[in-house]
């Protein structure tokens, strides 16, 4: 391996050392892909399981509930261990998860074995998310945003893979056919083997040679409280997750029932969405380097309010050129939130990331079960006229100060 860091004493330039390890943030891009891949085939098979196990939108709301709160409730426990315990490794035990809880989903036979393999899948995603942040960053060069949202947009883009593969292999093979997903985890696992023994031996280079935020973050030359902030970054991410969480579970019944398109059809235009998510993520980190996370954060949840409320509303063809707005607008808001709470709270990357993928998944969870409960008493159309009005607590966005260095210089500092 070409050496990372020059023998002598001096600080090596930032563009070189980006250029020799950025082809590790690809790599756990890769690996990112390939986890949300074999996690998004859940939802991607719930009109499969639901009339085969005659499932009601609440038991499939409780279904989404297992996998997503094993997710949120242990990734900042994973992250408050790992930023005491680095581990180079943890992320291969994360995706053994994975691979364990799909291999369960292929063979359940009832409701409550569904509930079990997903809450395993959960418990994959809560290990991998706050150590691949960390290696992410420390492979960065500086550039933070593009980083992550690079290492989103592989996620995103498995997401959208997901139904896809279950449109062409699982609903046509069957739930059994799950299991062939595992070869997914294995090459997953090769993958971070390799990007593991990398971050082991260069950690403490990276760290020494990286330029980094030590102290407190301030506002207007004061030290800066986070309490505020972070519980605005809080509010921020139950708008975009409960939004995005109605759209992510239940597009596919909604296109189904409202334009009676088949069910692959439905999987294809899920597919549509997640990759408009995927392409507005990589816009988002990108332009949050240059131009600021407080500019992105305000854009990219308040911004997609007109087009929320008009949802519910048009016909088929515009809806999915909504829905593609939607999309790319809320998508590109998490990696600017998540660089921004790294940059308040420095010194604590595995704790950050895990509460805030937790949050993802936690506060997803909960308004898909809410939301199941809802569509049950009502429908898919009430529901989607409720969610419309999610965006305008993207107003929020007013009591989170300017960070100094936070405009075009923050992913750069």
Known sequence: MQKLVSEAPSVAPVDTLVQSTFPFVLALTFAHLLNDVMQSLIPAIYPIIKDNYALSFGQIGLITLAFQLTASLLQPLVGIYTDRRPSAYSTIIGMACTLFGLLVLSRAGSFGSLLLGSAIVGTGSSIFHPEAVRMARAASGGRHGFAQSLFQVGGQTGQAIGPLLAAFIVVPRGQSSLAWFSVIALVAMAVLYRVGTWYQQHSLE??????????????????????????????????????????????????????????QASQMLLFVFLASQAVGSLIGGYVGDRIGRHEIIWFSILGALPFTLLLPFVGLTASVLLVVLIGMIMASAFPAILVYALDLLPGKIGMVAGAFYGLTFGLGALSAALLGKVAD?????????????????????????????????????
Request: with cysteine; proline share 5%.
């Open 377 to 413: 008493l009502t429908s898919l159309t009430a529901v989607f006229k409720f969610c419309s009005y999610l965006p305008l607590i993207g107003l929020m966005t007013w009591f989170l100060p300017q960070l100094e260095g936070g405009g075009g210089e923050m992913g750069r500092d």
């Open 206 to 263: 990276l760290a020494a040679q990286l330029p980094g935020k030590a102290a407190a973050r301030k506002s207007g030359g004061r030290s800066l409280d986070p309490t505020i902030p972070v519980i605005v970054l809080i509010v921020l991410m139950l708008s975009k997750s409960a939004y995005t969480s109605s759209l992510s579970n239940y597009l596919t019944f909604y296109f189904i029932e409202k334009f009676h398109t088949t069910l």
